[in-house]
């Protein structure tokens, strides 16, 4: 059974950290490029990260860049975001997405057809 699992999140004051990991089940997470989006109620979903799996290269939404670290454990098949300095604003459901590297691709890494989504993971910032 395919799963991606999010786990992490929780209850943190302004300028704390959390770090989301996001384990997979049921396939290689070698071969797939890993996506961290975040949806908060009545707004839409925006991407905040990035990893690729061919060179491990990174990408992160201008509103999380030098808060915000992606990194990838292929022995243990699991992604993690760091998430430092957090703000209200980050207050939202977090979500992992894998997509297989199959094709090239070009534009942006957020708009790319991911064949797999976690449940999701709540992170609220809040004194």
């Known amino acids: 059974q395919v799963q991606l699992v999010e786990s992490g999140g929780g209850l943190v004051q302004p300028g704390g950290s959390l770090r989301l990991s996001c384990a997979a089940s049921?396939?290689?997470?070698?071969?797939?490029?890993i996506g961290w989006f975040r949806q908060a109620p009545g707004e839409e979903r925006e991407g905040v990260s990035y990893?690729?799996?061919?060179?491990?290269?990174?990408y992160y939404a201008d509103s999380v860049k030098g808060r915000f670290t992606i990194s990838r454990d292929n022995a243990k098949n699991t992604v993690y975001l760091q998430m430092n300095s957090l703000k209200p604003e980050d207050t939202s459901v977090y979500y992992c997405?894998?997509?297989?590297?199959?094709?090239?691709?070009?534009?942006?890494?957020?708009?790319?057809?991911?064949?797999?989504w976690g449940q999701g993971t709540q992170v609220t910032v809040s004194s």
């Open positions: 997405a894998a997509l297989l590297e199959s094709t090239y691709y070009s534009g942006s890494p957020f708009l790319r057809p991911y064949d797999y």
């Open positions: 049921g396939f290689t997470l070698e071969y797939y490029a």
């Open positions: 990893i690729s799996a061919s060179d491990g290269s990174t």
